[in-house]
């Protein structure tokens, strides 16, 4: 037996966002967007280990595929397009440490200088 198609009368058309409401994104110190982590940008580690450290990005690497199935090439990038890109940071005191921009927005042990 066929099924009936369903008829929806409770539609509501919203109307269409503009540019300059499709660009807006909240400015958060915290979870704060790919956009804001660059080289030179300083982050503060409030975690428990290393409390009030300051990091500064010395570079970003994006990986992307090849066309050879299972192989990727690395890239250094100017800001964060990925979650998986690689940050890599040096602190105050010169030491070093990678890690991805994934753990650095949402591990909430991180924040915008």
Do not use: C, I
């Not at 964060?80 to 753990?103: I, W």
């Amino acid at each position: 037996m066929r099924r009936q198609a369903r008829r929806n009368t409770n539609v509501v058309n919203f109307p269409a966002k503009t540019p300059e409401q499709q660009k807006m994104y909240v400015d958060d110190d915290t979870f704060f967007a790919k956009t804001k982590v660059r080289e030179g940008t300083r982050f503060v580690n409030v975690g428990m280990r290393g409390q009030g450290e300051r990091w500064t990005v010395t570079r970003v690497v994006s990986h992307r595929t090849t066309s050879v199935p299972g192989q990727f090439r690395s890239e250094t990038v100017e800001e964060v397009r990925y979650l998986t890109d690689l940050v890599e940071m040096r602190s105050d005191d010169g030491r070093k440490r990678k890690t991805t921009f994934s753990h650095l927005r949402y591990s909430s042990t991180w924040r915008l200088a």
